[in-house]
């Protein structure tokens, strides 16, 4: 069985249809919405279509939270604004049964045809085939067992799915970008300008790496928000 981990704050716009969408899904599952302390009807809405319980704020403790939960040998993380196709579950059993330990979705913008955006989903899904790097757009997935030896989402206050993917690479096993699709909401790029959030999240996956601190990182993309 899948377990999809969704964590959510003030999501009341984005997630029924999440929600309804996963419900149809074939395949076993169980849907866990994870709620960070919404201030909205998000909890009260999720709960006609999921199992809804309550975390610390922070997507990395909510996912961890999430997974401490499930029950699935196969944990798939989702965010709130995403757009995922009928055949995800088959695809995502279809990629550990053939022996994949992880992977992610091929990446695209549902609610846009900007041409930049659409380079910015090929580098993406490019990135993720050739440096095996998912961010959590992407629709993480792996088995249960190789999460919890990991340890789980590194509880940093940003850029906690790109440490989790450099942590995922060390394990012994086959990580993939599946050909099944998962769409995402422009809805950041086109607040602060498509090209200059770009330039900005390429500034802080470079500060990152070269050992800049999360809470110092956090702090600069809470001012620059």
């Known amino acids: 069985m899948i377990s999809i981990i969704i964590p959510v704050l003030n999501e009341e716009k984005n997630i029924v249809d999440l929600l309804k969408s996963l419900s149809c899904i074939k395949g076993p599952k169980e849907i866990i919405v994870v709620d960070g302390g919404s201030r909205d009807n998000t909890v009260e809405l999720s709960r006609e279509y999921a199992?809804?319980?309550r975390s610390k704020k922070g997507?990395?403790?909510q996912m961890n939270q999430g997974a401490k939960c499930a029950k699935g040998d196969i944990l798939w993380f989702v965010?709130?604004?995403s757009i995922i196709d009928e055949n995800s579950l088959e695809i995502i059993?279809?990629?550990i049964r053939k022996g994949s330990i992880a992977g992610g979705f091929s990446l695209?913008?549902?609610d846009s045809n900007n041409v930049f955006l659409k380079y910015i989903a090929l580098t993406s899904n490019l990135r993720a085939d050739y440096t095996?790097?998912?961010?959590g757009d992407q629709g993480i997935f792996m088995k249960k067992d190789i999460f919890h030896e990991i340890g789980g989402y590194p509880k940093i206050a940003i850029m906690e799915d790109f440490q989790f993917s450099l942590e995922l690479k060390?394990?012994?096993g086959k990580v993939m970008r599946v050909k099944g699709r998962i769409g995402t909401s422009s809805r950041r790029f086109r607040e602060g300008g498509i090209f200059r959030t770009f330039l900005f999240m390429q500034k802080m996956?470079?500060?990152y790496i070269f050992g800049v601190s999360p809470e110092k990182l956090n702090k600069i993309y809470r001012e620059a928000r």
């Open 108 to 110: 695209y913008f549902h």
């Open 51 to 53: 199992k809804v319980i």
């Open 93 to 95: 059993e279809e990629t």
């Open 205 to 207: 996956k470079i500060l």
């Open 59 to 61: 997507r990395a403790n």
């Open 132 to 135: 095996k790097l998912f961010f």
């Open 170 to 172: 060390k394990k012994k």
């Open 79 to 81: 965010h709130s604004d």
